[in-house]
């Protein structure tokens, strides 16, 4: 059988699947507390071989029992840092890589195996356009995120790359699981950036709300 990194000659890759009530995006850091013995299988299998599994969003069902049903476009991520608890249980630290789309189910006991196809990340047209409208927000969305935990920043570092940068607002923001799972769908990364204009908008009207009432003072020097 085809190991979990290995791509077969019709381009789809055997890969290990969690899926989770959340949306993991390209970049993204995502730590786990892993308890159940079915991925604590996995998660041994991913360590011993130096290989990503995939996180997805629940469709239907439940994080812990019966196999959950996940749509079908996830990202696959890598383990950065593990550490072993007692009884097997462990606490991983793991960064989203690639987007992929579910191809095929071919496993479900003791955990979900799919046949994936990874996919192109496209910049398409128009980001030129959409960039100096949504970097100011961009800055203030970092600098806001670090005020909430009573931090302030002078210096924010912007993604070059379109898609890059789409990835990191929307890693960023406060959104619904299905929201963000439609962002995670979208084709381009100017589709992309386009629909997140008005969600980093409110994110940021969201967070200096929030920073307001933390510290009034603090809200007035942010941006």
């Known amino acids: 059988m085809a190991q979990p990194h290995e791509e077969s000659p019709d381009g789809l890759t055997r890969l290990a699947l969690f899926p989770l009530n959340l949306v993991l995006f390209p970049g993204m850091e995502l730590p786990l507390h892993i308890f159940e013995e079915r991925y604590k299988d996995m998660i041994g299998e991913c360590l011993e071989q130096d290989v990503p599994f995939g996180v997805v969003l629940i469709k239907e069902g439940l994080e812990v029992g019966a196999p959950a049903d996940p749509e079908r476009i996830g990202t696959s991520t ?16 793991t960064k989203g890589e690639r987007r992929f789309e579910i191809e095929e189910i071919i496993q479900r ?6 046949r994936v196809r990874f996919l192109v ?24 995120l670090t005020a909430l ?13 379109p898609i ?4 990191a607002i929307a890693g960023n923001l406060n ?49």
């Open 78 to 93: 890598r383990i950065l840092r593990s550490e072993i608890l007692d009884q097997g249980r462990m606490n991983i630290v």
């Open 109 to 114: 006991v003791p955990h979900v195996v799919g």
């Open 121 to 144: 990340e496209l910049e398409g047209e128009g980001c030129a356009e959409l960039i100096p409208q949504i970097n100011d927000e961009y800055i203030n969305l970092v600098k806001n």
């Open 149 to 161: 935990t009573g931090g302030y920043t002078s210096r924010v570092e912007i993604p070059e790359d």
């Open 164 to 167: 890059e940068l789409s990835y």
């Open 175 to 223: 959104l619904e699981p299905h929201l963000r799972q439609s962002l995670l769908v979208t084709e381009t990364a100017a589709t992309r950036l386009f629909d997140l204009i008005p969600l980093l908008k409110q994110g940021n009207e969201t967070l200096r709300e929030q920073i307001t009432k933390q510290n009034p003072f603090q809200g007035n020097r942010l941006n």
